[in-house]
């Protein structure tokens, strides 16, 4: 069950791809420290970076603490969580 359905909110955060010298993309969120994950294409780096948040936030939210806001990072790309 996504944030979205047990706190009816949408939280936003900017994400950046690198793509990789051997192939494949670096995805990263600066706003929620840790949020790194590998892909070979934008479609799976997409996923991965949105369930990487998603575990984050979940995290915050059972912890009882805030959700930071969105730090912009060039206008790469936006993930819903």
């Known amino acids: 069950m996504s944030v979205e359905q047990q706190h009816g909110a949408t939280h ?3 994400v950046s791809f690198e793509k990789e010298d051997k192939g494949g993309y670096h995805v990263f ?3 929620p420290p840790g949020c790194h994950t590998q892909s070979e ?3 799976e780096g997409i996923s991965n970076i949105r369930e990487a948040i998603q575990l ?3 995290s915050l939210i ?3 603490l805030p ?3 969105d730090v912009p990072t060039d206008g790469k ?3 819903d969580s």
């Open 12 to 14: 936003r955060f900017s």
């Open 29 to 31: 969120c600066p706003t």
């Open 41 to 43: 294409t934008v479609e």
């Open 56 to 58: 984050y936030v979940d």
């Open 62 to 64: 059972e912890d009882g």
């Open 67 to 69: 959700i930071p806001r």
């Open 77 to 79: 790309l936006t993930a």
